[in-house]
C-alpha cells in the first residue's frame, strides 16, 4: 500500500512512554535549600496552602466577622469562660459572646464605680492577658494590671486582705507558674520578675503579711545581650524568663525558712524572644520567636536539662526578613502568635510596618509529633493585630475594631473576611486588596484567597537526559479553579523584567521599576483546571452552565508538551472555595542528552 | 448522519480515539497540533485519488501567445492535480506530457499539441500548452483543494472527506509520536489503511466503460434495425 511510504520507519518499542507521580508534601515550605537540589516533599513557595493531616496540599481556611466593638482599634483579645475579652486602644475592655454581642467590661465609669474610684485605663497600644487562679489578669505596661473574676466582675488586681493595689507592678506581661503569678515588664525595672506570694495573684513583695511574694532582678544572670525581659514562658516545670538573646530557664517553689527562693540557674545563650505574645506552650513544646526565628525547648533525654532547638530553620530567612523590616517597639507590642489546637498549628504573624501596617504576614507551623508532620506554610492576605483561640479550639483575629472567626475543619470558610467585604461581579477586588463594603448579602460575601505552591525543580530520576512530558494528570479534591504552570531548565521568571513602572509607564532614572514581589513568570506551558469535585457539565451554577473548567480528577489524559532536562511546576489561583490537591502526575518520554 | 464533519468534530472523535478528555477548548496543548494532523491526513488522502467530488471540470480559451488562457485562474496549482486536457474538440485523447526530449519551441501551428506543468502558486494556472501560440477552447479536469477555512478548528465548513478515515491517521500519527502503546498504533494504522482501501474499492462501484466510443445510450445517430 501506497500509504506505508509517507511515514518512516521506526524502532518498535514497548510502551516508551513513563509516569512519575509525585504525592509526597510533608516537607513544607523550604526557602533554605536551593530548590535545583531539594526534594518534591519541600515546596519552595507555599502561600496560603499548607500540607493538611490528610496529606494533601489544601488551601488555607478563610474567616467571617464575628463581631464589631464599634469604638476603637483592639491591641488585643483573648478567650475566657465562653466570651472573648477584649482590649482597645481606648483603654476599654469589652466581653464579646458566643452570639457576637458586646459588652462594656471596663472603662471610666466602671472604674469609678469601683471602691476608691480610680481612674480607667488611659490609652495603650498593647495589652497581654494571663490567666491565674480562674481569674483573668489583663496587663498593658503602663496602668495597673486588672483582674477579671469569673462572673466577668472587673476590678484591679489587688492584695485581697487590703484590697490595695500598691504593690502591683506596672507589668507588662506575665504567667502563672505552679502556685505562683510572675509579671515581667515593668518599664522601671525591665529585668525584674515580680513573683506573687504562694497561691495568690495580687499579692507582691511589699504587701502586709502573710506574704512571701519575691522580687529578683535577673539583670546579673543574662549571659548575653540586652537585660530588658521579653515574655514570660513555661514548660512543664520550670519557668522560661526570655531575654532579646538569651532565656533563663528557673524553678519556683524553693523556700529558705520562711523566705521563697526562685533559682535561675539554667541559661541558655543566643535563644531569646522579641515578643511576649509569640510565646505558646503546648504539651512537650514551648515555641517562641526571636531575631533569628522559631525556637522551642524541649526536654532532653539524658537529664532534666532543656534542650534548645531551632524549629524554623527551614524558612528563617523570610522570618528574619519580616522581623528586620520593624522596630524593637513594634516587635514587642505587633507580633504574635496563636497555637491552632485543632490542626496542630501554631502561626506566626509580623506586621509589614511599624505604623502603617497594611499585611501580617504569617508563618504557620504544623507540628504533630504523633504523625512525625513538622512543616511550614506562609500566610498572606490577613492583617491582624491580635488573635486568641477558645475552648473549643476555634481562632478568633482581630483587625481594628472589627472581631473574625476563621474556619476550621468542622465549620470551613473558604473566603476572607465574609459578612465584611464582597467581590465585584468578575470575583475581582479593589487594587489595594480590600473589597467592597458593607455587603449586600452575608452568604455571598467574602475575598477570594490567593494561593500559590511552587514545588522544586524536578529532574524524574535522569538529571542529565531531556524530557518530553507528554501530559499530565491530577488527584484533586474541592471544587476552586486551579492553574497550573510549568517550567523547563530553569527558566522561571524573565529576567529582562526590571520592575514595576509608574502609572504613566515611566520607570526610575536607573531604568529599573519598582521591585514586585511577584515576579514575571516565564512558564513553558499554563493551563487551568477545576477541583475534582466539580459537577462539570449541567451540574455546575449559573455561570458555569457547561462546566466551567477543566475537571482535574478525570481519569482521561490532558496533553502537556514540553521538552527539558527540568521540569517545575506551579499551581496558583484566587478562590472562594476549596481544593486539595493530593498528588500530580506527569507522562514523559526520556530523550538523550542533548537537548 | 451527515458523511463530512466539522474540524471540531473530527478533534473531539481524535481525543476520544486518544482516550484524551474531549470538548473544546478542554485540551490546550493537543488541539492545534491534532487539527495539523487532520489537515496533513486531508492533504495525504486528496493526492491518493481523483476523489470525484474534490474534482471539477474546466473550459478555458487559450490567449494564442503564452500558452495558456487569459483571465482568471483556477484553484489548482500544479499540474499534480490535473487529470486530463483536452485540446478542441479532442473527445477521446487528451493532451501528453511535453516530451523531455524535444525542442517545443520548435513545435509550429496553432493546434495544441503537448501539456507542460508550470508553477500555478500565484496564478492558478497549473500548466502550459505547446505550442504557445496554440488557440482555441481546451477542456480540463482537476481536483480541487478545500480552502483554507474548511480547517481551521472554528470552521463552520465540513472538511470534505470521510471522517473515519482522517481520524484514524490522526490518532495513529499522534499516537506515535507519544510512544505510547505500540499495539494501538499499529491498529490505528491498519485501519486507516483499511478505511482508505475501502472508500477507494467502492469508487469502482459503478460500471467501466472499457471502450468509450461505445457509448452506453445512445447519443449517437445509429442505424435501426
Known amino acids: 500500500m501506497g500509504m506505508n511510504r509517507l511515514v518512516k520507519p521506526i524502532r518498535r518499542h514497548t510502551n516508551a512512554i ?154 507588662k506581661y ?26 495568690t495573684s495580687g499579692v507582691f513583695f511589699g504587701a502586709p503579711a502573710p506574704n512571701d511574694g519575691v522580687n529578683v532582678d535577673l539583670s546579673t544572670k543574662v549571659p548575653t545581650g540586652d537585660t530588658t525581659i521579653k515574655g514570660i514562658g513555661r514548660y512543664r516545670d520550670r519557668l522560661i524568663i526570655l531575654f532579646a538573646e538569651c532565656a533563663l530557664v528557673g524553678s519556683l ?39 533569628v526565628g522559631v525556637q522551642a525547648f524541649t ?23 519580616s522581623l528586620s523590616q520593624l522596630t524593637i517597639e513594634a516587635l514587642e507590642d505587633r507580633v504574635f502568635a496563636v497555637h491552632n489546637r485543632l490542626e496542630g498549628q501554631y502561626i506566626l504573624f509580623i506586621p509589614n510596618d511599624d505604623d502603617n501596617v497594611t499585611e501580617t504576614r504569617g508563618f504557620m507551623f504544623t507540628n504533630l509529633r504523633a504523625l512525625k508532620i513538622a512543616h511550614w506554610a506562609e500566610i498572606r492576605g490577613w492583617n491582624w493585630r491580635s488573635g486568641c483561640r477558645s475552648q473549643q479550639g476555634r481562632l478568633f483575629f482581630t483587625n481594628g475594631s472589627q472581631i473574625f472567626l476563621m474556619g476550621s475543619e468542622q465549620d470551613p470558610i473558604y473566603a476572607d473576611f465574609v459578612g465584611d467585604q464582597e467581590t465585584f461581579d468578575d470575583e475581582t477586588v479593589f487594587t489595594d486588596g480590600l473589597g467592597f463594603t458593607p455587603v449586600a448579602d452575608i452568604t455571598d460575601s467574602g475575598l477570594p484567597i490567593a494561593f500559590e505552591w511552587i514545588p522544586p525543580w524536578q529532574d524524574l530520576d535522569k538529571r542529565s537526559n531531556s524530557k518530553l512530558t ?62 475534582g469535585d466539580r459537577l462539570g457539565f449541567g451540574g455546575d451554577g449559573f455561570g458555569q452552565d457547561f462546566g466551567g473548567n477543566r475537571p482535574s480528577r478525570n481519569e482521561q489524559i490532558y496533553s502537556w508538551p514540553a521538552k527539558g532536562k527540568i521540569l517545575k511546576l506551579r499551581f496558583h489561583g484566587e478562590t472562594r472555595q476549596p481544593l486539595r490537591i493530593v498528588s500530580y502526575t506527569l507522562g514523559y518520554l526520556e530523550a538523550s542528552i542533548r537537548r | 448522519m451527515a458523511e463530512f464533519k466539522l474540524m471540531s468534530d473530527l478533534v473531539t472523535d481524535v481525543q476520544r480515539e486518544l482516550s ?81 526530449h524535444i525542442n517545443p519551441y520548435e513545435i509550429a501551428g496553432t493546434t495544441p499539441r503537448y501539456v507542460e506543468g508550470r508553477n ?32 481551521l478548528s472554528s470552521s463552520s465548513d465540513e472538511v470534505p472527506f470521510d471522517d473515519l478515515t482522517l481520524v484514524y491517521y490522526a490518532a495513529w500519527q499522534y ?51
Open chain 1, 253 to 291: 517553689g524553693t523556700y529558705s525558712g520562711s523566705t521563697h527562693v526562685p533559682e535561675f540557674s539554667d541559661p541558655v545563650d543566643l535563644y531569646g524572644a522579641v515578643s511576649h505574645r509569640a510565646i505558646h506552650t503546648f504539651g512537650d513544646d514551648i515555641l517562641f520567636t526571636d531575631h
Open chain 2, 20 to 100: 484524551q478528555v474531549p470538548g473544546i477548548g478542554t485540551q490546550a496543548y493537543s488541539e492545534d497540533y491534532i487539527v495539523q494532523l487532520l489537515t496533513a491526513g486531508f492533504k495525504v488522502v486528496f493526492r491518493e485519488e481523483f476523489w470525484p467530488h474534490l474534482s471539477e471540470w474546466f473550459q478555458k480559451t487559450l490567449d494564442g501567445s503564452t500558452g495558456q488562457w487569459s483571465g482568471a485562474g483556477v484553484d489548482v496549482y500544479v499540474l499534480q492535480d490535473v487529470r486530463c486536457v483536452y485540446g478542441p474538440k479532442d473527445r477521446y485523447r487528451p493532451l501528453p506530457h511535453l516530451p523531455r
Open chain 1, 18 to 171: 513513563k509516569t512519575a507521580t509525585t504525592r509526597e508534601f510533608d516537607g513544607g515550605w523550604n526557602v533554605i535549600d536551593n530548590d535545583l537540589n531539594l526534594d518534591t516533599r519541600f515546596a519552595k513557595t507555599l502561600k496560603n496552602m499548607y500540607r493538611g493531616q490528610d496529606g494533601a496540599i489544601r488551601v488555607r481556611q478563610g474567616n467571617r466577622l464575628f463581631a464589631d466593638v464599634g469604638e476603637s482599634t483592639i491591641v488585643n483579645v483573648e478567650y475566657f469562660i465562653a466570651v472573648l475579652v477584649v482590649a482597645c486602644e481606648n483603654g476599654k475592655l469589652f466581653t464579646v459572646n458566643g452570639l457576637g454581642e458586646v459588652t462594656l467590661l471596663f472603662d471610666s465609669a466602671v472604674a469609678a464605680s469601683l471602691p476608691g474610684r480610680p481612674a480607667a485605663w488611659g490609652t495603650t497600644v498593647f495589652a497581654s492577658f494571663v490567666a491565674s487562679k480562674g481569674h483573668l489578669i489583663v496587663l498593658n505596661g503602663i496602668d495597673k494590671p486588672l483582674d477579671i473574676s469569673p462572673s466577668l466582675s472587673i476590678s484591679y488586681l489587688a492584695d485581697p486582705a487590703t484590697g490595695s493595689n500598691a504593690f502591683v507592678p506596672r507589668a
Open chain 2, 175 to 225: 499516537i506515535e509520536n507519544d510512544g505510547s502503546n505500540p499495539g494501538q498504533a499499529e491498529k490505528l494504522k491498519n485501519m486507516f489503511e483499511a478505511r482508505l482501501a475501502q472508500e477507494k474499492k467502492n469508487l469502482a462501484n459503478l460500471p467501466i466503460d472499457l471502450d468509450p466510443r461505445m457509448a452506453q445510450s445512445n447519443s449517437e445517430w445509429v442505424e435501426l434495425p
Open chain 1, 299 to 321: 526536654k532532653s533525654i539524658f537529664n532534666t536539662s532543656l534542650k534548645p532547638e531551632r524549629v524554623s530553620e527551614l524558612v528563617d530567612p523570610e522570618i528574619q526578613k
Open chain 1, 174 to 199: 506575665g504567667r502563672q507558674h505552679g502556685d505562683y503569678l510572675v509579671l515581667a515588664g515593668d518599664p522601671l525595672a525591665p529585668s525584674t520578675v515580680y513573683i506573687s506570694s504562694k497561691n
Open chain 2, 120 to 151: 500555478g502558486a500565484s496564478t492558478g494556472k497549473p500548466f502550459r500548452i505547446w505550442p504557445l501560440a496554440a488557440t482555441g477552447t481546451i477542456t480540463f479536469q482537476a481536483r480541487v483543494m478545500p480552502d483554507d477555512e474548511v480547517f
Open chain 1, 470 to 531: 507528554k501530559f499530565i494528570g491530577f488527584d484533586t479534591s474541592g471544587t476552586a479553579t486551579f492553574t497550573v504552570d510549568m517550567f523547563v531548565d530553569n527558566l522561571l521568571t524573565d529576567p529582562s523584567d526590571l520592575g514595576e513602572a509608574f502609572t504613566d509607564d515611566l520607570v526610575f532614572s536607573d531604568d529599573y521599576g519598582f521591585e514586585t514581589e511577584t515576579p514575571t513568570y516565564t512558564p513553558s506551558l499554563s493551563m487551568s483546571f477545576a477541583g
